[in-house]
């Protein structure tokens, strides 16, 4: 049950728990409790619904094999390390995976966490410190506070997807794999020329698992030259 809140404007209601949403905040709630790989999430005990994305990701590509080394970059809340731990026998201390955010993850089995930006050289010394100075994989799932302009985001999405490729190119074995999240904008065709001029293979794919109406996709790069 809603409620409309006198004084607050056309665009503002408030649902059973007392806390008030605008129209588009709630509409994003309700979509969140209905939509089926949330619920699957949960049931899965995936930290997020983006989990899918990577695993769906692999299950076509076939990127990750018990043994890898991987760094996750931008891992918050977790589901793409918990992906990866799994396909990697992390767990079972075949692979490693590394995962690294701003913000602090809880615990997950086979996964070493990070706190902290691996664009600073401090950081990012114990990262490679961590890992090892090559790795079979890199994720990035990385995505920067949505601003509503297209352009903008772009943008932002794109400086991170730049900053992946940096870390990338510095770290990862030859024949190794890159995956990037992208939105669709102006810089992309410059960025996969950059993806191809280090990589033997660069592709496109959006996974089921991401919104239809969603702008976003993920570059995949393999075989690192």
Wanted: charged share 30%; proline share 5%; no cysteine.
């Amino acid at each position: 049950m809603t409620e409309r809140r006198p004084g607050k404007g056309r665009d503002r209601e408030q649902l059973r728990d007392g806390k008030v949403r605008t129209t588009s905040s709630r509409r994003w709630l309700q979509r969140q409790l209905n939509d089926p790989y949330v619920i699957e999430a949960r049931r899965a005990g995936f930290r997020s619904r983006a989990a899918f994305k990577l695993a769906e990701i692999d299950d076509k590509l076939k990127l990750l094999r018990p043994g890898m080394r991987v760094v996750d970059l931008g891992a918050a809340p977790g589901g793409w390390s918990q992906i990866a731990a799994q396909r990697v026998a992390a767990r079972e201390g075949r692979g490693r995976v590394v995962a690294i955010d701003l913000l602090e993850i809880d615990p997950i089995p086979g996964v070493d966490l990070m706190v902290g930006d691996f664009m600073d050289d401090a950081v990012l010394a114990a990262l490679v410190e961590r890992v090892g100075e090559s790795v079979d994989v890199v994720l990035s799932d990385m995505a920067p506070s949505a601003s509503g302009q297209p352009d903008i985001d772009h943008l932002r999405i794109l400086n991170l997807a730049e900053a992946g490729l940096a870390f990338a190119e510095a770290h990862l074995k030859p024949g190794g794999s890159f995956v990037t999240k992208m939105l669709q904008g102006s810089g992309e065709r410059e960025f996969i020329a950059a993806l191809r001029r280090g990589f033997a293979e660069v592709g496109r794919i959006k996974p089921p698992s991401s919104r239809r109406e969603s702008a976003e996709f993920f570059l995949v790069a393999r075989s690192r030259r």
